[in-house]
C-alpha cells in the first residue's frame, strides 16, 4: 500500500514540474498569443470549418467523415462531461504557486482535457479517411495538446488522459 502511495505521489511531482516548465513559456508573448488562437481554434470552430469544407469537398464522402466525427464528438462530450464531474480536479492555475493561466477556462475543472480529447478523436477519424490531411492535423492537435499545459489550464496526465480517451472515442466510431 505504501508503494502505491508513493509511486502516486511521484506520478503527481512529475505532473507538477511539467506544469511548470511547460507553463514558464506563457510569459513569452508569441507562444502566449500563438496557443491562444490554437486553443480558441480548438474549441471548435477549426472542427467544424472542417467538416464543412469536408462535406462540400468531398460529397456524400465527405458527409460521412463529417458524421463520424459528430458521432466521436457527441461520445467524448459525454465521456468528458462524466469524468469532470466525478473527478473535479482543481487546474493547476487555482493550486500550483506560480502557475499562471494564459486564457480563460471554459469549465471548473481541469481532468480530463476536453480540448485534446476532441483533437485527437476529430484527427483520429478525419486521418482515417483522408490520409492527405495528416501534416495539418497532427500538428494542429499537438499544439491543442500542449497550449492546455502551457497556458496552465491542464496538467500533462489530463491531457494524456484525453488524448488517450480522443483516441479510443475515435477507434470505436470507425468500427461502427
Given amino acids: 500500500m505504501q508503494l502505491r502511495a508513493a509511486a502516486f505521489e511521484s506520478l503527481l511531482e512529475w505532473d507538477r514540474r511539467w506544469t511548470r516548465r511547460l507553463n514558464a513559456s506563457v510569459g ?4 502566449r498569443i500563438l496557443l491562444r488562437l490554437v486553443s480558441r481554434l480548438g474549441n471548435g470552430v477549426f472542427w467544424y470549418a472542417l467538416m464543412l469544407v469536408l462535406s462540400i469537398t468531398r460529397g456524400r464522402a465527405g458527409m460521412e467523415v463529417s458524421l463520424r466525427m459528430l458521432a466521436a464528438g457527441a461520445i467524448g462530450l459525454a465521456i468528458y ?5 466525478k473527478t473535479t480536479r482543481p487546474r493547476p492555475y487555482q493550486v500550483l504557486r ?4 494564459g486564457i480563460a ?3 471548473a475543472f481541469s481532468f480530463p482535457s476536453g480540448h485534446t480529447l476532441h483533437a485527437v478523436a476529430f484527427t483520429v477519424v478525419a486521418v482515417f479517411h483522408v490520409p492527405a490531411l495528416a501534416p495539418l492535423l497532427v500538428p494542429f492537435t499537438l499544439l491543442v495538446a500542449v497550449s492546455r ?5 491542464h496538467y500533462p496526465s ?3 488522459a484525453g488524448a488517450a480517451i480522443g483516441a479510443g472515442v475515435a ?3 470507425l468500427l461502427v
Avoid at 513569452?28 to 507562444?31: D, G, N
Fill in 149 to 153: 499545459v502551457v497556458l496552465g489550464l
Fill in 171 to 173: 477507434h470505436a466510431v
Fill in 105 to 107: 477556462p471554459l469549465d
Fill in 98 to 101: 506560480g502557475i499562471q493561466a
Fill in 81 to 85: 462531461k462524466l469524468l469532470k464531474s
Fill in 158 to 160: 489530463d491531457v494524456l
Fill in 28 to 31: 513569452l508573448a508569441p507562444v
